[in-house]
């Protein structure tokens, strides 16, 4: 109960649901707040080659579409052991 009243003070609510899933979170520091208020802006992306990122994912559905009628064969065996 002690870190609930801690977390009221510092003006954060209580999620109940929050803290039974995943434990008590760690009280974060009061100058996070104040950074967060001042507007600061977020670090910058890094440079991204779109073209190699398209190139990669049309490289990766080619393959999923050969892989498919391999996956309906192993289907159709695995329906055969079921029976």
């Known amino acids: 109960m002690a870190n609930g009243e801690a977390r009221e003070q510092h003006g954060e609510p209580r999620d109940?649901?929050?803290r039974l899933m995943f434990g008590?979170?760690?009280l974060r520091p009061a100058?996070?707040?104040?950074d967060q208020g001042n507007g600061a802006e977020p670090p910058s992306l890094?440079?991204?080659d779109f073209m190699k990122l398209?190139?990669?994912v049309n490289t990766l559905a080619d393959s999923l579409q050969q892989l498919k009628p391999l996956v309906k064969k192993i289907t159709s065996l695995v329906d055969l052991l079921k029976k």
Do not use: V
Not at 31 to 34: F, L, M
């Open 31 to 34: 100058g996070d707040r104040e």
């Open 54 to 56: 398209f190139e990669n």
């Open 24 to 26: 008590p979170f760690p």
């Open 46 to 48: 890094p440079n991204i």
């Open 16 to 18: 109940r649901f929050s």
